[in-house]
């Protein structure tokens, strides 16, 4: 009789615990609601929308021709009501439905692609090309955001997934090269990862210096060689150190000719098949295996695996090399996974933009995975609507990844932990 009291006290007092107050979600849909409003109501005519589809697909699907006000009127209704709902949740307190935020997400987006090419007859808006080339540009991000999570659950804070990139991107055009292979190019870009890897280790486990400045300081030393290497060897060179060699991309059969979805997964790169492989592997190891437990207890707490005989260092030392591989792969995709030749800084920024996304993936490889594709998206956001005539300024496009990214590491997406031992030398 005692213990059902206690439970019919404890759920009570569990109902009268309500979700506390935040205004990022209602704010955050507010403005996106308003931006939504604002589309519709300096929209006008009809858009084309076109699949990529041409005789050689398994079916066709016919261009759209849809009405750009009455379809985008549609789109703000429902991120109004989304909007509603998330701020009558709040003022009860209950915590809102993420999905929504998310909706009046998408229906801004939408709306802002078909006022972009309302009324024109001469642009139309590409969806096949628009998810490819958001693929294309998160696949460098992806496997960024991957080497910071395996090293930042093992404890160790990876700033330098930008130098390892750009490396990965040197050591991988230089060897496609010299071997005329572009597949040789995918050997020599993680051997230039784990190279940086292997510096931030050495500062980092074993001399105990601070993460952040380590990182920092190997992005200035990988940009200095890079650069110097560039000008003074690769310039003058180009024909048999800095040929423009490229991975031909793989047809999967049938799958290929699917409209729309066939030349985004189906048509690619070994190097981009290989990211969705690395990500359902990593996804899996980080949570269901004995090195993902290992891995996860040093960057939590280290002297409790220590007690149980793990050798910490070790395995953080294993894990940054790890890192540093995955980040030198992706760093390929600039050069040989697009074709290039290596030119000075090509990573522009990407290694930070990765980071980002680890944060907002909250360091679980599936939330990186998802992470990098918004900021892909992003960034081909900007380039595709340039090429169909966008009347927004091309600075403002550019700009969106960045404005993305920057929400991201201010908490604007909600709190996250991360790794409690992060950053912290042991013993």
């Known amino acids: 009789m005692t213990t059902q009291t206690t439970n019919s006290t404890v759920a009570n007092a569990t109902e009268g615990i309500r979700v506390k107050k935040s205004l990022r979600d209602p704010i955050a849909a507010s403005v996106m609601a308003l931006l939504t409003v604002l589309v519709s109501m300096t929209t006008s005519g009809y858009s084309r929308i076109t699949w990529g589809t041409d005789e050689t697909f398994l079916f066709q699907i016919p261009e759209l021709h849809v009405p750009a006000f009455a379809t985008t009127l549609v789109l703000s209704v429902i991120a109004l009501a989304c909007t509603a709902v998330i701020w009558w949740a709040w003022a009860q307190r209950r915590d809102a439905n993420g999905w929504l935020l998310i909706i009046t997400g998408i229906a801004f987006v939408l709306s802002f692609l078909i006022s972009t090419v309302a009324g024109k007859t001469s642009a139309h808006l590409p969806v096949a090309a628009l998810l490819t080339g958001a693929l294309a540009f998160a696949t460098p991000l992806v496997f960024g955001s991957l080497a910071g999570v395996v090293c930042e659950r093992s404890g160790i804070i990876n700033i330098a997934i930008e130098g390892q990139l750009l490396f990965g991107a040197f050591l991988g055009a230089v060897t496609a090269s010299v071997a005329g292979n572009a597949y040789v190019g995918l050997i020599g870009a993680p051997i230039a990862g784990m190279l940086v890897a292997a510096l931030l280790a050495l500062f980092t486990v074993n001399f105990r210096t601070d993460h952040i400045i380590v990182g920092v300081v190997l992005n200035m030393l990988v940009v200095g060689i890079t650069s110097f290497l560039f000008s003074t060897v690769l310039k003058y060179n180009a024909d048999t150190l800095n040929s423009a060699e490229r991975l031909a991309s793989i047809e999967i059969p049938l799958l290929s000719k699917i409209p729309v979805i066939g030349p985004v997964l189906f048509d690619q790169s070994v190097l981009i098949y290989l990211m969705f492989i690395t990500v359902i592997v990593m996804q899996y190891l980080v949570f269901n295996s004995r090195w993902g437990l290992r891995m996860r207890a040093c960057g939590e707490h280290p002297k409790a695996a220590d007690t149980v ?52 993936g909250r360091w679980n490889p599936k939330g990186a995975f998802a992470a990098a594709l918004l900021f892909g998206f992003a960034t081909n956001l900007g380039a595709t609507m340039q090429a169909v005539g966008s009347s927004v300024p091309a600075e403002f496009l550019l700009m969106t990844p960045y404005i993305i990214t920057i929400l991201a590491v201010a908490g604007f997406v909600g709190s996250v932990r991360p790794p409690a031992a992060e950053g912290k030398p042991y013993p």
Do not use: E, H, P, Y
């Open 309 to 360: 005989g793990i050798k910490v260092n070790v395995t953080r030392w294993r894990n940054v090399l790890l890192g540093g591989a995955l980040a030198g792969l992706g760093g390929a995709f600039f050069t040989i996974g697009q074709g290039l030749a290596f030119s000075k800084d090509m990573a522009a920024g990407n290694g930070f933009i990765a980071l980002a996304a680890m944060i907002l």
